[in-house]
């Protein structure tokens, strides 16, 4: 298969400042094939994908083997290519299977290494997720980015989440401690429907989000340093109701990692 397709990534950086702190000038999708699943189009080998179904406080999961390659995982009613422009799409209702830490469905990916096993990485160190994206349904508020803890501690947060409401408005939450309290943050405002891109970038005790070329940066609470960390992203809905009508959906164009 052409390389070209398969690795739908491209984006374009700058180092900036003495910390090597990534800043996206430009993230733009290569061509997307409509008729591939989104393991076809995109690098899945590096993500699982949790789903808003399973038994009650265990949702399904498809593994990296399961999603990456041209023949990969696709699911008509919750994960699948948009057969018009090829995105990787990601519905999330509000009625549907949840983690027992949550109240709210997603369809989300979450980041594994490349062998397979969890990804689990230290604060130190330059860790980015970059993503061309629009939403072209919302019902109150969905999370489309995480920085989620992982090892080091008995906290189930994350450190970070990124999220979108119905007027278009985009939010930053920070976490303020792993024990809990978010502060919120505005970083933007995309109308619905129309694509944008974001930057998370992790380096040591700094958050920098990148909005559509737009940086802010964040200090990270000491109380996080023992704890290691992974990337989400995808459709987090943040509205719980009886319906499956209702919910986000979260159209992806590009969406790559990167740890130096």
């Not at 008509?76 to 999330?92: L, R, V």
């Not at 979108?164 to 405002?189: F, M």
């Amino acid at each position: 298969m052409n390389k070209r397709k398969f690795l739908a990534v491209a984006v374009s950086a700058a180092v900036v400042g003495t910390l090597g702190v990534i800043g996206i000038t430009s993230a733009n999708a290569a061509t997307l094939d409509p008729s591939l699943p989104p393991g076809g189009n995109f690098n899945l080998a590096v993500w699982q994908l949790q789903l808003p179904v399973g038994s009650p406080g265990k949702p399904d999961t498809i593994s990296p083997a399961r999603l990456k390659g041209a023949n990969g995982y696709s699911n008509p009613a919750y994960f699948w290519t948009d057969k018009n422009d090829g995105s990787m799409t990601f519905w999330a209702p509000e009625k549907g299977v949840t983690t027992p830490n949550s109240n709210y469905a997603r369809s989300e990916l979450r980041e594994m290494n490349a062998d397979g096993s969890a990804a689990d990485w230290p604060l130190a160190g330059n860790h980015t997720l970059s993503a061309q994206l629009r939403i072209p349904q919302v019902t109150k508020n969905v999370a489309v980015g995480q920085v989620h803890l992982g090892s080091g501690g008995s906290s189930t947060k994350p450190l970070l989440e990124l999220y979108y409401r119905p007027n278009g408005d985009i939010y930053l939450g920070t976490e303020n401690s792993p024990a809990g309290g978010q502060t919120l943050h505005k970083v933007g405002n995309v109308a619905l429907g129309v694509k944008w891109t974001y930057v998370i970038n992790v380096s040591g005790n700094k958050i920098n989000l990148t909005v559509n070329g737009s940086r802010t940066s964040y200090t990270i609470p000491s109380s996080f340093n023992p704890y290691k960390q992974y990337f989400k992203a995808g459709s987090y809905n943040q509205s719980s109701s009886q319906s499956t009508t209702n919910g986000a959906k979260v159209k992806f164009y590009s969406l790559t990692v990167s740890h130096g």
